[in-house]
Every structure is written in structure tokens, then in C-alpha cells.
């Protein structure tokens, strides 16, 4: 099943969508991404853009249940976080930096808990019951003048101060190879928890966030960004709505072509979109 979610904020447009792998259809398996988003009007307004990627091997085999609590416990936990430190800018990018990850990881740990009592499911011998549900997280946040960027675990995150410029905030872990990434269910998970804080970008600037599945669909990281290039480009000549209503139908053209997993991604683009500000936060599944 796709699934997207859009909507508009004061300074634009955002979206996100996600599509179910060729390997996990050919394998009978659900979809192990997740997407969410959200957003706060009024004096105060703010944008969320979460997604996250269940690990899906059989040791985390429960991964889609931790990849759907991960999205949905970020946007909560980072928009009551908002509404606390709201007027104190500095201390809200503080909280973001230092001590949001902590927060995320505990409240997905408590919500997995409830999750497995609930089910019935025990941990395997020697393992922690939260591997099962295994998953990455990354978010994008834009409030009060800044763009704030923070993942635990692989996928890639873009910024883009002006429509044509292109950058990557963060670098691999040294530690890990290129088939392993850090997890929410790691014992020490707050402590990979990596941020990056961006004044908020010119009309015409943009954020992008994609789990792994898209750009393990390209040959090499610049082919990647030149992907993500033209994307904006699409977007700044048909709009966000539409575009990301096709999100499902090209996802999946390159999951068949590309990686075989699902494919997550979500934008916000600054500057785009005037006449459609105000509108109810859309979400739709197809």
C-alpha cells in the first residue's frame, strides 16, 4: 500500500510518500518504511517531516510496527517539545541537538514495550525484545527561522539554501561498513543521535529526506543528488501536489529498476505553493 501525506505552513509546501519494495512483494512482506508529518499554525507554526526504515531481516522482523511508532513518536515528541521552548530559540535548538534524541528513543522504547505486551511477543534468547523491531529514524523540522535536520541510523538528508546549491549535513559513520547502520533499538541509540541546524533557506530553498531504498537506486552518490536536483526542479514547475501525488508510481518504477526495497522520501520547499497556504493539512492513502 502507498502511502502520502501533504500539506501547506507559512513559508510553503511539504510532503511525503511512501512505496512498498519489489522484493518485499515478491517476498509476501508489508511495507517496512513509514512516513509522517505534521505541522502547528498560529503564532507559533512549525513543520515535521519524519520518515524512518525498518531493518526487515529475520532477526527484526517485526520492523514495519518499529518503523511506523518511530515517525509517529518523532513528530510527537518533537512538537510538544516545540510548544515548551516555542519562545526561547536557543534552548529549543539545545533540546534539539542534545537532548531530543534521548527523549525520541525512550518514548519509542516505552511505545514498543506497550506494543509487545500487548501482542504477546518476547525477546529471542539473548537478544533485547526491541531488536524486532528494529528501525532508522531521520526528521526534518523547520520553526522560528531554522531548519533543523537529525537522523539515527542510514538514509540521506539534503539542504538546499537557495534551489541550486546542494548539501549533505552528514557523514557515515566511521564505524559502521555499508551494509550496517545504527538502530533505535540499539541499548546506546541517543548517543548516535546527529543533528544539524540551518537559518532557514531563501524562496526557492528545499529539504529532502529519503530512506535508503532511493539512493541505493542510483549508481553513486552524485547521480543521487542530481536526482534530487531535478526533483526540485519538477516540483518548482508542476508544484509539490502534484508531484508528490506521482511519488507512489515512480517509487515504484525504481524500486523495480534499483534497489528492490521500499522507498521513502519527503520535501519541504520554501517559497512554493502562496495560493494554496491555509488549506487543511491533507492526507491521503492510495
Same mark, same amino acid.
Given at each position: 500500500?502507498?502511502?502520502?501525506?501533504?500539506?501547506?505552513?507559512?513559508?510553503?509546501?511539504?510532503?511525503?510518500?511512501?512505496?512498498?519494495?519489489?522484493?518485499?512483494?515478491?517476498? $509476501?512482506?508489508?511495507?517496512?518504511?513509514?512516513?509522517?508529518? $505534521?505541522?502547528?499554525?498560529?503564532?507559533?507554526?512549525?513543520?515535521?517531516?519524519?520518515?524512518? %526504515?525498518?531493518?526487515?531481516?529475520?532477526?527484526? %522482523?517485526?520492523?514495519?510496527?518499529?518503523?511506523?511508532?518511530?515517525?509517529?513518536?518523532?513528530?510527537?515528541?518533537?512538537?510538544?517539545?516545540?510548544?515548551?521552548?516555542?519562545?526561547?530559540?536557543?534552548?529549543?535548538?539545545?533540546?534539539?541537538?542534545? %537532548?531530543?534524541?534521548?527523549?525520541?528513543?525512550?518514548?519509542?522504547?516505552?511505545?514498543?514495550?506497550?506494543?509487545?505486551?500487548?501482542?504477546?511477543?518476547?525477546?529471542?534468547?539473548?537478544?533485547?525484545?526491541?531488536?524486532?523491531?528494529?528501525?532508522?529514524?531521520?526528521?526534518?523540522?523547520?520553526?522560528?527561522?531554522?531548519?533543523?535536520?537529525?537522523?539515527?541510523?542510514?538514509?540521506?538528508?539534503?539542504?538546499?539554501?537557495?534551489?541550486?546549491?546542494?548539501?549533505?549535513?552528514?557523514?557515515?559513520?566511521?564505524?559502521?561498513?555499508?551494509?550496517?547502520?545504527?538502530?533505535?533499538?540499539?541499548?546506546?541509540?541517543?548517543?548516535?543521535?546527529?543533528?544539524?541546524?540551518?537559518?532557514?533557506?531563501?524562496?526557492?530553498?528545499?529539504?529532502?529526506?529519503?530512506?535508503?531504498?532511493?539512493?541505493?537506486?542510483?549508481?553513486?552518490?552524485?547521480?543521487?543528488?542530481?536526482?534530487?536536483?531535478?526533483?526540485?526542479?519538477?516540483?518548482?514547475?508542476?508544484?509539490?501536489?502534484?508531484?508528490?501525488?506521482?511519488?507512489?508510481?515512480?517509487?515504484?518504477?525504481?524500486?523495480?529498476?534499483?534497489?528492490? %526495497?521500499?522507498?521513502?522520501?519527503?520535501?519541504?520547499?520554501?517559497?512554493?505553493?502562496?495560493?494554496?497556504?491555509?488549506?487543511?493539512?491533507?492526507?491521503?492513502?492510495?
Amino acid at each position: 500500500m502507498s502511502h502520502v501525506e501533504r500539506g501547506t505552513f507559512t513559508k510553503g509546501v511539504y510532503a511525503a510518500a511512501s512505496e512498498i519494495g519489489a522484493s518485499h512483494i515478491a517476498q $509476501g512482506m508489508p511495507c517496512q518504511d513509514a512516513c509522517k508529518t $505534521g505541522e502547528g499554525r498560529g503564532w507559533f507554526p512549525y513543520t515535521i517531516v519524519a520518515v524512518a %526504515d525498518g531493518h526487515g531481516d529475520q532477526r527484526h %522482523d517485526l520492523s514495519d510496527i518499529g518503523a511506523a511508532t518511530a515517525v509517529e513518536v518523532a513528530v510527537r515528541e518533537l512538537s510538544n517539545s516545540w510548544h515548551h521552548y516555542k519562545l526561547y530559540r536557543k534552548s529549543f535548538h539545545d533540546f534539539f541537538c542534545y %537532548d531530543a534524541g534521548r527523549r525520541i528513543v525512550r518514548a519509542w522504547r516505552q511505545a514498543i514495550t506497550h506494543c509487545a505486551e500487548t501482542a504477546g511477543v518476547t525477546a529471542r534468547p539473548g537478544r533485547s525484545v526491541y531488536e524486532r523491531y528494529g528501525t532508522t529514524v531521520q526528521v526534518a523540522m523547520w520553526a522560528n527561522g531554522y531548519v533543523l535536520m537529525a537522523k539515527v541510523g542510514d538514509g540521506e538528508m539534503r539542504f538546499s539554501s537557495d534551489g541550486i546549491s546542494l548539501q549533505n549535513p552528514f557523514v557515515a559513520p566511521s564505524d559502521l561498513d555499508s551494509q550496517t547502520t545504527h538502530s533505535l533499538a540499539m541499548k546506546d541509540a541517543s548517543r548516535v543521535w546527529q543533528t544539524a541546524v540551518y537559518p532557514e533557506p531563501a524562496p526557492g530553498g528545499y529539504v529532502f529526506v529519503s530512506t535508503d531504498g532511493l539512493s541505493n537506486s542510483f549508481p553513486t552518490d552524485q547521480d543521487y543528488n542530481a536526482y534530487v536536483q531535478q526533483l526540485y526542479n519538477v516540483v518548482e514547475t508542476h508544484g509539490l501536489e502534484a508531484v508528490s501525488r506521482s511519488w507512489p508510481s515512480w517509487f515504484s518504477s525504481y524500486t523495480h529498476a534499483g534497489s528492490g %526495497d521500499d522507498i521513502t522520501a519527503g520535501m519541504i520547499c520554501f517559497g512554493l505553493g502562496e495560493d494554496e497556504r491555509g488549506k487543511q493539512h491533507d492526507s491521503a492513502r492510495t
